[in-house]
């Protein structure tokens, strides 16, 4: 069966400052996987997928995440924070890119101080 | 491309109506949607498959006689909430399959449906 931890249900960061945001999977076959945003009140946004192509993925807003294997990790990071990142985040896996359903993780909430 | 949309946006009904949520790819066809459900502060849980032209796959612990699917078209879920109670107030959330810039097999999540049942 397939899991993802997202570690730390919270993170804070000033503006500016780095955003990284934590990922763990586990997975019997090789994984799909993806960032998710989501602003209060609203659906999923897809910020970034890997798919088996290149381990460093570019997403959009700026985020990135970079998959490693050995570390069965796909951490979020972003240069600098802006106000407007101040969000939930989740972090999903699937065995498939679209014809299964996605396993998500509980979530991270940014926060973003000026 | 590769919308989705989901109505209504919020629901209040009251206990022991039924409360129907339509999921639209308006833009593309969709064999596939999903039925998610996130309760608040909670990460979302699958409910359901639902395959167009096909009976519905649902999770362990999901009622299907009380959570109907219904996928009668390439652009159209429904979910409908039977004899809904309180403990049925949340966030429901569809998604359907669609082909990216990159032709690569994704989902595209709908708004969202916030239902609350007095």
Same mark, same amino acid.
């Given at each position: 069966a397939q899991s993802v931890t997202q570690l730390g249900s919270h993170v804070s960061v000033s503006e500016g400052a780095l955003v990284l945001l934590r990922c763990n999977y586990s997975s019997s076959v090789p994984p799909y996987l993806f960032w998710y945003v989501q602003y209060p009140n609203q659906g999923l946004q897809l910020l970034l997928k890997y798919t #088996?192509?290149?381990t460093l993925v570019k997403g959009i807003n700026g985020f990135e995440a970079e998959f490693k294997k050995s570390e069965t990790s796909f951490h979020l990071t972003k240069p600098s924070a802006h106000m407007s990142d101040a969000a939930e985040y989740f972090c999903a896996v699937s065995? =498939? #890119?679209? =014809?299964t359903p996605l396993v998500f993780g509980k979530g991270t909430r940014l926060s973003v101080i000026a | 491309g590769a919308v989705v949309s989901q109505h209504p946006s919020r629901v209040i009904c009251k206990s022991g109506t039924s409360v129907k949520i339509e999921c639209r790819s308006l833009d593309f066809q969709a064999t596939t949607m999903f039925w998610y459900r996130q309760f608040p502060k909670q990460s979302l849980m699958l409910m359901a498959t639902s395959n167009e032209g096909s009976k519905a796959t649902y999770e362990q612990g999901v009622e299907k006689d009380k959570f109907l699917i219904n996928?009668?078209?390439?652009?159209l879920s429904t979910l409908t909430v039977t004899s809904?109670?309180?403990?049925?107030s949340s966030f429901y959330i569809c998604s359907a399959r669609a082909f990216d810039w990159q032709n690569t097999d994704t989902q595209y999540f709908g708004p969202g449906t916030r239902l609350t049942v007095l």
């Amino acid at each position: 069966a397939q899991s993802v931890t997202q570690l730390g249900s919270h993170v804070s960061v000033s503006e500016g400052a780095l955003v990284l945001l934590r990922c763990n999977y586990s997975s019997s076959v090789p994984p799909y996987l993806f960032w998710y945003v989501q602003y209060p009140n609203q659906g999923l946004q897809l910020l970034l997928k890997y798919t #088996s192509a290149a381990t460093l993925v570019k997403g959009i807003n700026g985020f990135e995440a970079e998959f490693k294997k050995s570390e069965t990790s796909f951490h979020l990071t972003k240069p600098s924070a802006h106000m407007s990142d101040a969000a939930e985040y989740f972090c999903a896996v699937s065995r =498939n #890119s679209g =014809n299964t359903p996605l396993v998500f993780g509980k979530g991270t909430r940014l926060s973003v101080i000026a | 491309g590769a919308v989705v949309s989901q109505h209504p946006s919020r629901v209040i009904c009251k206990s022991g109506t039924s409360v129907k949520i339509e999921c639209r790819s308006l833009d593309f066809q969709a064999t596939t949607m999903f039925w998610y459900r996130q309760f608040p502060k909670q990460s979302l849980m699958l409910m359901a498959t639902s395959n167009e032209g096909s009976k519905a796959t649902y999770e362990q612990g999901v009622e299907k006689d009380k959570f109907l699917i219904n996928h009668a078209s390439l652009t159209l879920s429904t979910l409908t909430v039977t004899s809904a109670h309180p403990e049925d107030s949340s966030f429901y959330i569809c998604s359907a399959r669609a082909f990216d810039w990159q032709n690569t097999d994704t989902q595209y999540f709908g708004p969202g449906t916030r239902l609350t049942v007095l």
